[in-house]
């Protein structure tokens, strides 16, 4: 990590670029995690999750309170994390991410989840982090990746709304990405408002009103109908049952001679 990496995460607080207010605490992203968890996380509560760039613990915290049982998190920054442990979340540990996922045994989780992570990585890192990740998760696991959207309507305020970020996708990219890792299953899907109070229902309402014409346009355009209008979203994809890797290794134990008793 560069210099001026280090002095930036390591400010990630007090510059107001990560956290939120320790007296608001967690309930702000409440309704968007919750929903989250509720339509994406498997109901089994004794699954293995590693939050990757857990930040405050928001995530960690929302997941103890639906009695998931098995949580840890990381993140690079010192005061993201003083900030999670001041909440009581002592799931949530400091350390590099290539430090963190090599030290992590393969096929050992269920799930990982990467929010707003994989844009702060350059190509390069995003390929090692990738493999890595397939690694850890268990044959059936899946990673859930939220990032900018760089083809959504205010994308681009999130794109360069950091300076730690190096790239951003659209649901096309990322799944050129997770199908070369060797992931299957991918889907994407809009990060929009989650209704859940009058405030929040008008939003919603004007956010399906509001898209309307843009994925018109859209479709008009490409002739397709999954324009994701969001300024993030949010993908899954799994890990299949057999990786190619143990395919191989399976088709060289057949073929190889037995040996002599």
């Known amino acids: ?54 930040g405050a613990g928001d995530m960690i915290y929302w997941l103890k309170q639906a009695n998931y049982k098995n949580i840890s998190g990381f993140d690079i920054s010192p005061e993201m994390i003083d900030l999670a442990h001041s909440r009581g979340i002592p799931e949530a540990y400091l350390s590099d991410i290539n430090q963190a996922l090599s030290n992590t045994q393969s096929n050992s989780l269920d799930v990982v989840i990467c929010f707003d992570i994989f844009e702060h990585l350059s190509k390069c890192e995003l390929f090692h982090i990738s493999d890595e990740i397939f690694r850890i998760l268990k044959p059936n696991g899946t990673i859930f990746i939220h990032t900018p959207n760089a083809s959504g309507i205010f994308g681009d305020s999130i794109r360069y709304g950091d300076i730690t970020h190096e790239i951003s996708f659209t649901a096309t990219s990322m799944r050129q990405l997770l199908r070369t890792i060797g992931f299957e299953k991918v889907s994407s899907f ?72």
């Open 190 to 261: 809009e990060d929009k408002p989650i209704p859940h109070g009058l405030k929040s229902t008008i939003r919603a309402i004007i956010w399906a009103v509001g898209t309307l014409g843009f994925r018109l346009l859209y479709a008009a355009e490409t002739g397709k109908f999954n324009y994701i209008a969001s300024q993030n979203f949010l993908t899954s994809a799994t890990k299949p049952a057999q990786s190619l890797s143990s395919q191989f290794e399976a088709q060289t134990d057949l073929t190889a001679p037995s040996k002599p008793h």
């Open 1 to 54: 990590m560069q210099e001026w990496q280090k002095r930036l995460y390591n400010a990630y607080v007090s510059s107001n670029q990560g956290g939120h207010d320790a007296s608001i605490g967690y309930s702000v992203r409440g309704p968007h995690i919750n929903s989250f968890i509720s339509r994406h996380i498997p109901a089994d509560r004794k699954i293995k999750i590693l939050d990757v760039g857990c």
